[in-house]
């Protein structure tokens, strides 16, 4: 099916009247870091990514209009596309002859963007129909997601082939390496260093040992000055109920001195739980600069959809065999604050997410 026949009819009909150099007004949002350049004439109406104020209120307001087409009850096609929108980094408008659409695909594809269009519908590169205004959509459209995140899908389902339960296929892929912006290598170290704090303190109060040197403040200062809000409001409220869960936090501590090249620090295994001795001993020294992005992001993708697993079983009452469900989830966290899951690196550590 061509492109001018996708945007001005529908498969199965005639297409409508269009007049094939008739400008069109195509709002673009894409999820790379870098906008690719236009290669095709066109009128700029504006551009605009992340440093511009306005741009996160306006994207809130567009995801705010998916969500509410037709019944807007959550589909597993609109949380794609929400998941989309959530991860747009540039905004670009533009009028572009339709005749120039194929190139305008082209372009689409490199930028990862959707493309809402004047008659309220959000399209996919190839002009397939993802959302219409009254909320319909065609089910073989397909989101545009980064080659290298696809390929890195494939890997991970290669991986977790042995597990009794499976994440779906359908899953969409984690970031690829053009969407990427991780947090800086010293911001990286400070919150590992907090998390080895806040863990020694859970493991010692709540099992009413001496507390183990990370959480020493003497020993760890920078870790003590790196608490977060929540973490010095649990120091503070000494609870016991959240002791078991603070000294997990030795686990997503872990996961970020390996994201830093820290030797000690491994995770590879996700049944495996951390050598908290040998972590501390190599300590901040062995940090010296993250990991390639490829690297982090199998970390990420395989993470993400493990957690999938691991909360699918407790619904069933049981356990995955080869995957503990606590050091799953503190990597899946872990990872997702250092990635910028909700495409913010200003998101603080006790406002990150992990959906599955």
Known sequence: MNLLKRLFGRADAAPAEAAPDEPLLVNAYATVRDLPALPFDHALNGRRDLSDPELQPHLDGFIGYVMGRGDGQMTAHRYHLWRHLQRVRNHVSFAVAASDLPRVEAWALAANAVLFLPDGSV????????????????????????????????????????????????????????????????????????????????????????????????????????????????????????????????????????????????????????????????????????????????ALDRAWRAHWVVRQARQKGTAPAGLNGDVVAERHVALNWLTGFQNDRDTPWDATDTPT
């Not at 010692?204 to 990370?214: I, V």
């Open 123 to 298: 399209r996919a590169p190839d002009m397939a129909l993802l959302l219409s205004a009254a909320g319909e959509t065609d089910p073989a459209a397909r989101l545009p997601y980064p080659p290298d995140a696809v390929a890195r899908r494939a890997r991970t389902l290669e991986r977790l082939e042995d597990l009794d339960l499976k994440p779906p296929a359908g899953m969409p892929p984690a970031l690829g390496e053009a969407e990427l912006a991780l947090r800086p290598p010293a911001e990286v170290l400070r919150r590992a260093l907090a998390l080895l704090y806040i863990a020694a303190w859970g493991q010692a109060f709540g099992a009413g040992t001496t507390l183990r040197e990370p959480g020493q403040r003497t020993l760890n200062p920078t870790g003590f000055a790196a608490l977060s809000p929540a973490e010095r409001a649990q120091i503070e409220a000494a609870d016991p109920k959240d002791a078991a869960a603070a000294s997990w936090r030795y686990e997503a501590a872990n996961t970020l001195l390996w994201a830093l090249g820290v030797r000690a620090a491994r995770i590879a295994d996700s049944d495996a739980t951390v050598d908290v001795d040998a972590l501390w001993r190599a300590g901040a020294a062995d940090a010296a600069r993250l990991r390639a992005p490829g690297e982090i992001l199998e």
